[in-house]
């Protein structure tokens, strides 16, 4: 018997089991995967894109067309912080209230942005942020300096930055998560960047880090966490129910395969971190007679206002210039996040964020375009001189945007993107101010449903149970002893990437679960 059972070892998952582990609690982590294997393939492009040997083999369905697709999803320790790039930004104040978008309102969240503020400053620290603040104009309130100094850019970035600014483009440097050496993080040379010029591309943004230097879950806080004799963590299980007593007030134990085994474990309390979708999934696999729509689904939300971000790449080539950077993902842009001053139809109504991804090589280019649309000869000359572009924008909560299950019991996703309008007039402003310093060849690639590495919703928080799944604290409004720490509580996306607000919900809410130890 447990105190504490945390279901996922991913961002939200592991930060809960970090904050709780010195409390001295028995604390049980379950995961579906252990450790991603550290091996050659790690950094191996053909490994990465063309085998995917580490991303999940599942498949789910879009709910709207009946297509099976199969996820970006990593179920090793971490998550698909695995795979991700490092960009580690808070949101805003303005994004935890009502906001007028291009398509629709987006809700307020039922905390702000103060409630959250100590626990970025935490996430930050355990995710060796480095940064510089000020740069951004947009910059939310922070208590004091980012934990480390800013990423130095690329001489070519370092000239995109320049020729932005000249355009009056406040570009700044993209806050991101790594250490320099394990030994003493901000300190020395950066080992990654210098191991990039030794292979001959970056292998970064979507790839595992096979030096742990990128600052994902597993190493800013599973390994920190399990390093508690309190702390067990068992890998190999998937948990396939979640089973209350008879009244369904209260969680008594979960149901798992460990190892193809079939598994029960106890505790008195439970928290839920499988992801916004694997959670919604698994509330509604274990409906009961209490629960007969789902555990904790007495509002009929669970599953419901699924988000994930409007997305697109946006490949930016200077024919004249070469980009021999081989990291440059340090350079991001907020001046649109909230509009285009000074342009009557666009000046209220935010477009969104955009920063650099790790640079992109002709083959990832080619995977990104329809067959048979540019050569591999072509492609080699595009990106030896492109800027690549990673552009979000706000989507919203919809209610028929959701996660719901097949008569299979497998997973269908329901979505239709917003604010697309919105996201190509972005793309339209930068794209100007990119021809203004030399840039003139642009492709713009919109992401298929299944990059869903910033979903989110499906749970969500609220302080009406007819209309939420839990309440601020993230405890479920129907069962006393069943928290939630993961993306799917948000209320809304804002344009932000979430990694960092997930941490900082999930400190937040494992000081809500400590104080009822």
Not at 17 to 44: F, K, M, V, Y
Not at 122 to 133: D, Q, S
Not at 149 to 167: C, K
Request: aromatic share 8%; proline share 7%.
């Amino acid at each position: 018997m447990y105190d504490i059972c945390i279901i996922g070892a991913g961002v939200g998952g592991g930060a809960v089991a970090h904050a709780l582990a010195p409390t001295g609690a028995r604390i049980l982590l379950l995961n579906r995967q252990g450790s991603l294997p550290r091996e050659a393939g790690n950094w191996d492009p053909e490994v990465m894109f063309s085998e995917q040997r580490y991303k999940s083999p599942e498949t789910w369905t879009d709910g709207d067309t009946g297509e099976p697709f199969r996820p970006g999803m990593y179920y090793w320790l971490g998550g698909n912080t695995k795979v991700y790039g490092s960009a580690l930004l808070r949101l805003h104040p303005r994004d935890f209230g009502p906001l007028d978008t291009y398509d629709g309102l987006s809700p307020a969240w039922p905390i702000a942005y103060d409630d959250l503020a100590p626990y970025y400053d935490r996430a930050e620290r355990a995710y060796h942020v480095h940064g510089r603040r000020g740069a951004d104009p947009t910059e939310p309130p922070a208590s004091g300096p980012f934990p480390h100094p800013a990423l130095a850019h690329s001489a070519r970035v370092q000239e995109v930055a320049e020729g932005l600014r000249a355009q009056g483009v406040q570009a700044f440097e993209l806050p991101m998560g790594v250490k320099y050496s394990h030994e003493d993080p901000g300190a020395g040379a950066f080992v990654l960047r210098e191991a990039f010029d030794l292979l001959g591309w970056p292998a970064f943004d979507g790839y595992p880090d096979l030096l742990h230097l990128k600052c994902d879950a597993e190493t800013a806080s599973v390994i920190p966490a399990t390093q508690y004799e309190n702390v067990d963590l068992v890998t190999d299980a998937t948990v396939t129910r979640i089973g209350t007593d008879d009244a369904g007030r209260r969680v008594t134990h979960v149901e798992a395969t460990v190892g193809g085994v079939a598994t029960t474990f106890r505790a008195g309390t439970f928290v839920l971190c499988a992801g916004a979708v694997q959670s919604a999934a698994l509330l509604l696999r274990s409906a009961s007679d209490a629960h007969p729509d789902g555990l904790a689904n007495g509002s009929g939300a669970v599953g419901r206002h699924f988000m994930r971000h409007t997305t697109s790449k946006f490949y930016a080539s200077a024919s004249a210039v070469p980009n021999p950077s081989k990291f440059q993902k340090t350079l991001a842009i907020n001046d649109f996040y909230f509009g285009v001053a000074g342009d009557p139809e666009w000046e209220h109504t935010p477009l969104g964020h955009a920063h650099l991804m790790g640079k992109h090589l002709a083959r990832q280019l080619l995977d990104d375009l329809a067959p048979g649309a540019m050569s591999h000869e072509e492609a080699e000359a595009f990106t030896a001189h492109s800027v690549d572009w990673w552009i979000q924008t706000e989507d919203l909560p919809l209610p028929d945007n959701r996660v719901t299950l097949g008569a299979d019991g497998g997973i269908r996703v329901h979505y239709t993107p917003t604010n697309r309008p919105a996201q190509d007039k972005l793309m339209d402003v930068l794209q100007e101010k990119l021809e203004a310093i030399g840039f003139d060849r642009f492709l713009r690639v919109p992401m298929p449903l299944s990059v869903v590495n910033h979903q989110c919703g499906t749970c969500c928080m609220g302080d009406d149970p007819a209309a939420s799944v839990v309440d601020r604290a993230g405890r479920a409004h129907e069962v006393e002893n069943l928290y939630l720490a993961d993306a799917s509580v948000f209320p809304a996306s804002g344009a932000s990437n979430p990694t960092l607000t997930i941490a900082a919900n999930a400190y937040r809410v494992a000081d809500e679960v400590a104080g009822r130890l």
